[in-house]
C-alpha cells in the first residue's frame, strides 16, 4: 500500500488527520508508533527527525509529509475522494484555512499547555501558563459560539479541513479545559454533531482504549 500513516490514536493532531482519511476512505497502513520503545522511537525518527507525528509516508511519490494540515491539503490534492476537503474556491479556501488555523493555535495548542501541565513533575508545573492556556480557549470558544450560531459546519455547508481540525481540539479542550455546555451552547452542539460524523465517531472508538492515559 503506497500510503503509511505514523501516529498514535490518542494523538489529537493524530486524529485531525485520521478523520480527512476516513471521510475519503483513503487506502493506507496505520503504524501506531510506541515512543516509550527505544527502537520504535529510533526508527520513526528516521523517518521524521523531529520525532512528532502525524506523519504520512508516500512510497509511491517518495515523499514524507509531516503535519495534519499539510497531510490533509496532500490528500486532497494527490488522493481526492468524495468529500473536498479543500475547497477550489479561492476565498471559500481561504476561510478554511483561518478555521483551520484558528482551531490547531487557539485551542489545540492551549488545550495541549493544560493536558501537558498535568505530566510535569511536582515543582516544575506553570499554574499562570495554564491560566492564560484556558483564558485563551475561554476567548476562542466565546468567538466560536457566537460564530456556529444557525451553522452546522465551520465554514459553508460541507465539512472540510477546517471541521477536521476542529473535532479533537474541542473534544479534548472539553474534556480536560474547559466544559463547553452552559457555557458554549452552540460549540457544544457543534462538538455533538462532530462526534457524530462517520469519520470521527471511528476515530473515537478506535482512541477509546487509550483514553485512561489521559491525565485528568
Not at 104 to 109: G, K, N, R, T
Request: net charge neutral.
Amino acid at each position: 500500500m503506497a500510503l503509511t500513516l505514523y501516529y498514535h490514536p490518542l494523538s489529537s493532531f493524530c486524529m485531525k488527520a485520521l478523520i480527512a482519511l476516513y471521510e475519503n476512505d483513503t487506502a493506507f497502513t496505520p503504524h501506531l508508533v510506541n515512543l516509550m520503545d527505544p527502537a520504535d522511537n529510533a526508527a520513526f525518527k528516521k523517518i521524521w527527525p523531529i520525532g512528532k507525528f502525524p506523519v504520512l509516508r508516500d512510497d509511491a511519490r517518495g515523499e514524507t509529509i509531516p503535519e495534519s494540515t499539510i497531510i490533509i491539503e496532500y490528500l486532497d490534492r494527490h488522493y481526492p475522494g468524495r468529500a473536498k476537503l479543500v475547497p477550489d474556491d479561492p476565498d471559500l479556501v481561504r476561510a478554511v484555512r483561518l478555521q483551520d488555523r484558528f482551531f490547531d493555535l487557539h485551542v489545540h495548542v492551549p488545550m495541549q499547555k493544560v493536558v501537558g501541565d498535568r505530566l510535569r513533575p511536582a515543582g516544575n508545573k506553570d499554574p499562570l501558563g495554564v491560566d492564560q492556556a484556558r483564558d485563551l480557549i475561554k476567548t476562542a470558544c466565546g468567538m466560536l459560539d457566537r460564530d456556529l450560531a444557525g451553522k452546522t459546519w465551520a465554514v459553508g455547508d460541507n465539512f472540510t479541513m477546517a471541521d477536521c481540525s476542529a473535532a479533537p481540539a474541542l473534544f479534548y479542550a472539553d474534556m480536560t479545559a474547559v466544559p463547553l455546555a452552559g457555557a458554549y451552547d452552540n460549540v457544544a452542539r457543534y462538538l455533538a454533531r462532530l462526534k457524530a460524523r462517520p469519520s470521527y465517531a471511528r476515530v473515537l472508538t478506535e482512541a477509546e482504549p487509550y483514553f485512561k492515559m489521559v491525565p485528568k
